[in-house]
């Protein structure tokens, strides 16, 4: 048994921090345990702080408004994911531009609610839900130093129903997500 260890960087509601943690955090798969080492946001009203407390999962605020630079929070989040020694990061909702600080040393994926290339940035659901394509989709991708453009690990789409509403769409989002984000971890610490 070897253990795999993984943090999370998280901005907002967390949902899929907790769901990482709830299929995955001292769990096994193959010959490996898995564990969710620690989770760090930018947002110290981030509501997946009150998740890390819940699950007893260590966490970190470190919030951007407080360097003068992009670089130099970079510098920090290095600091403070290599001090964890982690096999992967996962960007699961961390909405901050990154630097080559960050991308060129750490190990990280991305979730994304979209059909990679397309809806890169903020505001994809909405953007996806409103083009005229009859599907939506969910991509998580490694991290590199285009925003939101490293290279696919699992994508998949749904149909989007003639009656579908940005509620729903959003909702088979979601869903979509909660499967995918476990299954790339999976994929990527197993091989
Ligand atoms: C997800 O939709 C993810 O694709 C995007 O940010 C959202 C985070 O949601 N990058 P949550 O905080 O995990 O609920």
Redesign the pocket.
């Known amino acids: 048994m070897s253990l795999k260890k993984i943090v999370v960087l998280?901005?907002?509601?967390?949902?899929?921090?907790e769901n990482i943690i709830k299929k995955l955090h001292k769990k096994s798969f193959g010959l490996d345990n898995y564990e969710i080492v620690a989770g760090i946001t930018n947002k110290k009203e981030a509501n997946?702080i009150q998740i890390c407390k819940r699950y007893d999962i260590p966490f970190y605020i470190i919030e951007h408004k407080n360097y003068p630079s992009r670089e130099e929070f970079d510098t920090k989040l290095v600091e403070t994911i290599n001090s964890l020694n982690p096999h992967l990061s996962v960007?699961?909702?961390?909405?901050r531009i990154l630097t080559p600080i960050f991308t060129k040393n750490i190990k990280a994926i991305?979730?994304?609610?979209s059909l990679l290339p397309l809806f890169r940035g903020k505001n994809?659901?909405e953007k996806s839900f409103h083009s005229d394509m009859k599907v939506g989709g969910?991509s998580v991708h490694y991290v590199s130093d285009e925003l939101d453009g490293g290279e696919i690990i699992l994508q998949e789409c749904f149909k989007k129903e003639e009656n579908e509403t940005l509620q729903s769409f959003t909702k088979k989002?979601?869903s979509l997500?909660y499967k995918l984000l476990p299954q790339a971890i999976i994929k990527i610490l197993g091989e």
């Not at 998280?10 to 921090?17: A, D, H, I, M, Q």
């Not at 960007?91 to 909405?95: I, K, W």
């Open positions: 998280f901005s907002g509601e967390g949902t899929n921090l997946g960007l699961a909702g961390f909405m991305n979730l994304h609610p994809a659901i969910v989002v979601k997500e």
